[in-house]
């Protein structure tokens, strides 16, 4: 078939556009013709909560990327659209994660469909954003309309998405974030990263909003038993909320047990802060599914995760790591249990077992037979 996959790709940089190369990759590898639409202007510069929404890494090799969507230009969502309803792909994937993206995508959409022939299936990340905001469900439902079948990557999410369509939508798991490359010995990442290679450490991985709960794991940290025991935190992940109430933690707490990392971090420099680490921790307020959770799969490293949407779903309690509750006593209670309990060894056989289950052949063939139910 020829698709077409509309969402973020090089130079943008994060796990959307990490994800979007790695599923295109498997497309093509799988006989399709493959090939992406991304963002000449993904987000307005004031609106965006980081440092930069560009990549100085080189792009993925073998993938053909067009960057000409503009979110904000309606005559440009004309354009695009029009090109592809000309283009005429037998299918386009469009990933949809916020509801600002629902009038840009919407439109391109609606173009697309006027060619008759194109099938449309929407990964949808979320359907009610973490951080609410007023047009979220006008804007939702706009994008909506035009998508003929849906994937969601957790059952929160498809649950959110069944109380706005009745379209057909599947779940199916986030599969394996595959291309970080291999991990390294715990003394070479810790070379790398500067750290004594001889300490516990655990991992707090991902770019830094207050519904990803670090504020919880600091005070988790800074239970006395934590404390004691000589275990530290890795921080690593550019902050997209204000610092200031995370270092004021810090300090009323007098945490020496964090070390933090919080440039943002090159995928080629992943493997070191998962390769360091025994543990990783996804203290989440909220969520839906998380892709920190399939970067674990893919080191083999033992998670823990909070009760909260999808999160359970993907790590079995006692199998491949804990789900504790979503505050700081259950948190440290479950980082002293890893470590007390003895288990480590057998979290490492089950996650080799577990991780099988999220391949992206897999993933992919499910995606498009769900496309053409």
Not at 322 to 337: F, G, K
Request: positive net charge; aromatic residues 12%.
């Amino acid at each position: 078939m020829r698709i077409v996959i509309i969402g973020p790709a090089h130079p943008l940089r994060g796990g959307l556009a990490t994800y979007d190369q790695r599923l295109t990759q498997e497309l093509n590898m799988q006989g399709h013709q493959a090939e992406i639409y991304s963002f000449s202007l993904q987000y307005p510069s004031f609106l965006f909560p980081g440092t930069s929404q560009y990549t100085d890494e080189p792009a993925p090799q073998g993938i053909t990327i067009h960057t000409v969507i503009n979110s904000v230009n309606p005559l440009n969502w004309l354009s695009v659209g029009n090109k592809l309803r000309k283009l005429k792909p037998d299918l386009i994937i469009v990933r949809y994660w916020l509801p600002f993206m629902g009038p840009c995508l919407g439109t391109i959409l609606r173009q697309v469909k006027k060619n008759k022939h194109t099938r449309i299936l929407a990964i949808t990340d979320n359907v009610i954003p973490h951080e609410k905001r007023p047009g979220d469900v006008p804007f939702t439902k706009y994008f909506l309309k035009p998508v003929d079948t849906f994937v969601t990557m957790s059952e929160k999410v498809k649950a959110d998405l069944q109380g706005m369509t009745t379209k057909p939508a599947t779940f199916l798991s986030h599969p394996l974030y595959d291309n970080f490359g291999e991990p390294v010995s715990k003394q070479m990442a810790c070379a790398k990263l500067g750290l004594a290679n001889d300490e516990r450490y655990i991992l707090f991985f991902g770019f830094i909003r207050k519904y990803k709960g670090l504020d919880t794991l600091l005070e988790a940290m800074a239970d006395e038993r934590i404390k004691q025991s000589g275990i530290k935190v890795i921080v690593a992940g550019e902050f997209y909320d204000d610092r200031k109430p995370y270092d004021e933690l810090i300090e009323k707490h007098q945490l020496n047990n964090v070390k933090l990392f919080t440039d943002f971090i090159p995928d080629s420099e992943v493997r070191y802060y998962f390769s360091a680490a025994d543990l990783v921790v996804q203290p989440y307020k909220n969520a839906t599914q998380s892709g920190i959770t399939q970067v674990a799969y893919h080191f083999e490293k033992p998670m823990i995760v909070t009760n909260v949407g999808g999160l359970p779903e993907l790590v079995p309690h006692g199998k491949v790591g804990y789900v504790a509750e979503p505050d700081a006593a259950s948190i440290a209670s479950a980082i002293l249990s890893f470590y007390n309990d003895g288990i480590p060894e057998r979290f490492k056989e089950n996650l080799q077992i577990e991780k099988k289950k999220y391949s992206w052949a897999t993933f992919t063939q499910k995606l498009l037979a769900s496309a053409f139910k």
